[in-house]
């Protein structure tokens, strides 16, 4: 109730300043923006452009977390062998990320060389983010956390974690890193 009352004080300021471009900018400084659904984020892609998640509507998707040297890197051709199968119902949005190992350390663009050149991945690739600690992205906050997504708490343990979520934008569950693209247990929910 308190950072209600702050919030609201705050933008009483705002809206009774005389100088109206600072009004607006109070007001988008003070506001949390918080994410009620996956429809609502939009990433930065590998080559720049945006990956708008409002686009996947009506369409299972699978969150990936990245890394172009792991034991796990030949998960991608999985991966993209699951999303040329499915792709009629099924979106796999892959982000890279350096947190384990340093196993990531490429900038976008070689990272989106390597996953082309050696998968042939043709899946939406997001830009690297962090998917843990102090820095981790907005979407993996949502990602990770019951209470903004509604269901689960979870930890990224490794590379390659997957978060499964529904037609509706409701997350279904997570896998381990251990968990391959083209296994039962995966493929059995789609």
């Given at each position: ?17 005389t100088n ?23 990433v930065e ?82 830009a690297k ?62």
């Amino acid at each position: 109730m308190i950072k209600l009352i702050a919030i609201s004080f705050t933008l009483l300021s705002c809206v009774t300043s005389t100088n109206p471009s600072m009004m607006n900018k109070e007001v988008v400084a003070t506001l949390p923006i918080t994410a009620k659904s996956i429809y609502d984020f939009k990433v930065e892609a590998l080559d720049g452009s945006t990956i708008d998640f409002s686009k996947f509507k009506g369409k299972k998707i699978l969150i990936v977390n990245t890394a172009s040297a792991c034991g796990y890197t030949p998960q991608y051709e999985g991966l993209e062998a699951l999303y040329k199968k499915y792709q009629d119902k099924l979106v796999i949005v892959g982000f890279p990320a350096n947190n384990f190992g340093g196993q990531e350390p490429g900038t976008n663009g070689e990272i989106k060389e390597f996953c082309k050149k050696n998968y042939g991945v043709t899946f939406p690739m997001a830009a690297k983010i962090s998917v843990k600690g102090d820095d981790m992205a907005a979407i993996y906050k949502w990602l990770c956390n019951k209470s903004e997504n509604g269901v689960l708490d979870a930890s990224i343990s490794w590379n390659f974690n997957k978060f499964l979520l529904d037609e509706r934008g409701n997350l279904i569950t997570k896998f381990d890193s251990k968990v391959t693209p083209l296994s039962d247990e995966l493929v059995s929910r789609l």
